[in-house]
């Protein structure tokens, strides 16, 4: 009777663990820019309302602390970038598949604050007192707002008037312009349309800063992994695409 008790019990610790085997395996951790937590949030709820059951641990943040994360060793099976350098610079640490990476969706960037009819141009930030931008060293949304600046010729001028306001990502970026603790900020469209009390006083003109595109990719561990695979080509699919539009992203054709 014991040595039929200790068998059961073996096989219930075996089941248990097979169980938590499998429950660990259907994890899927995504690392995601700022910019796209509200398009993300909602396609993670469609994915899992679709009969898929798999735990998604999203890690929203700047694009280059992500990269940077992933690249020492932090759980990561899917990674998309608000730019390309973060991606790049993952498949030349070989973090990526590189069969798996392409362009996700595309944003434009553009001048937020209170209403101001005096700020309708590059030329008019000049005059406020603070403007914030994400921390150009790590997010993408900063490097562009500093490279429309310089081609403008005004960033030495803010910058060596301490104008500029470093956030951590474009999201406090914005937060800083929507409770009017600065006067404006560079964000992406997207971002500025989710604001309460900001506006966009003016779209950035394309031709001052490289276009904004979304690259994804599996990593190379996402790539071993059904679960991940699968969100992957929800995101990428029509699904996908339709709730990118409804956040304001634009298609990459």
Known sequence: MKKIKMLFSLFAISLLLGAASVQAAEKISLSVPASMTDALKELIAQFSASGKHPQIIPNYGPSG?????????APADIFISANQKWMTFLRE???????????????????????????????????LKQIAIGSPKSVPAGEYAVQAMEKAGIYKQLEEGKQLVMAKDVRQALTYADRGETEGAFVYKTDALMAAEAVILFEVPQDLYERVTYPIALTVDGAKKAEAKAFYEFLTGPAGTKVFLKYGFTAVK
């Open 65 to 73: 602390a992500l990269a940077k994360q992933i690249n020492e060793g």
């Open 93 to 127: 640490e070989k973090r990526i598949e590189p069969a798996t990476e392409k362009i996700l969706a595309a944003n434009t960037l553009v001048f937020a604050g209170k209403k101001n009819p005096a700020v309708t141009a590059m030329v008019d930030i000049v005059k």
